[in-house]
């Protein structure tokens, strides 16, 4: 049977996906891994890669067109099949040609508007091949779940371990449930859509098409400001121990390709408090405050236009057990993915605080919209020279002027100035970011 390609999840939010590019075209042979197509999500420019061996036997969409999740994009002969007649077979089954024959079938068949084509997800039925990874498959086997019953949750809806497990859960107790989901523990309600005044565009104005995730960027915002409390504490830091220290340590780290960032000590000092200053490492759930087992700190990073522009955040997890060279390699890591081939979910999933850092820009300080559903962003500014009064003498010293937005909801201003007194001493002491 050809294997057919569904627009995969590739965040924890997205609905839909629009391929800004295929890598493949028909009659092309693929092997497991290799990438099909680039994917614009809700959040990042993405990699698309198959988990099939075959001949890439027809592109059931174009450049440019966006499904929701689930939808068939492509097809795929496998096991030596006719490419040709794979090809059009599946694509004469995936979508009637007109809107009247859409409406004449049943559930199961596409809706057209306005060019956007939105289809149900697809689930493994119909013999077709379930794609699951070979560690999910011998744990099926091991607890006798048939894996053709299952929705997976992985990359282009791979079956994969802890979809079994869930199975093999439910199976257990006698309950159905659904899959496990992806998205944040806590969601906020939609807020009110606000009326706004109508734009006129002027000689030489211009129309700029918004992407999917600047969509969701505005969404999130909107929604981000109108359900939480902002408010904002700010402090400024003494870095010359600082810089003092990264110097000697970068001296001596060269050798080995490693250089730490003013930020990478940021990280450092945020998770260190957040051990100290639980209610930072927690989230608003309505009826209760929901503290996290884990310090997991997202970090802000700014796409490239050539890969749709915009911000995604990468997370550090378990930040307060990592040293500062690990923390540099997987800031860099992940830094060079996002603006690379695009972060998947599990990058971007369980922050529970965000650093904003604008000093690389020479921003000396800002303010930022708290990420739902942390309660606290830091939004750092450039280490600039001053001059400052020291041990009562007027010099020229180096600082940062830092700003927490905070959900007052769980956060008390007395708080937010402890945490930043806390922050404070482990960056002008950094010393003792080192143990």
Known sequence: MPTTV???????????GTVIKWH???GDTVATGDVLADVETDKATMEMQTYDDGVVAKLLIGAGDRVAIGTPIAVIAVDGEDASSAGAAKSAAAAPTTAAAAVATNDEAPVVVTGTVVMPSVHADNGARARISPVARRMAEELGVDINSLRGTGPGGRVIKRDIEAAATRKGSGAVAAPAS???????PAPAAAASMPVVAGPGSREVAVSGMRQTIARRLVESKSTIPHYQVSMRFNMDPLLELRKMLNAQLEPQGVKLSVNDFIVRACALAMAQHPYFNASWAGDRIIIHGEVNVGVAVSLPAERGGGLVVAVIRNADQKG???????????????RTRGLGPEDMMGATFTISNLGMYGVDNFTAIINPPNSAILACGAAVERPVVRNSQLCVGTELDATLSLDHRVIDGAMAAEYLTTVRH???NPATLLV
């Open 426 to 428: 482990n960056l002008e």
């Open 6 to 16: 569904t627009m995969p999840r590739l965040s924890d939010t997205m609905e839909a």
């Open 182 to 188: 992806i998205m944040p523990v806590v969601a906020a």
């Open 324 to 338: 500062l060279r690990q923390i540099s390699l997987d800031t860099r890591a992940l830094a060079e993915k996002a």
């Open 24 to 26: 493949v075209k028909e």
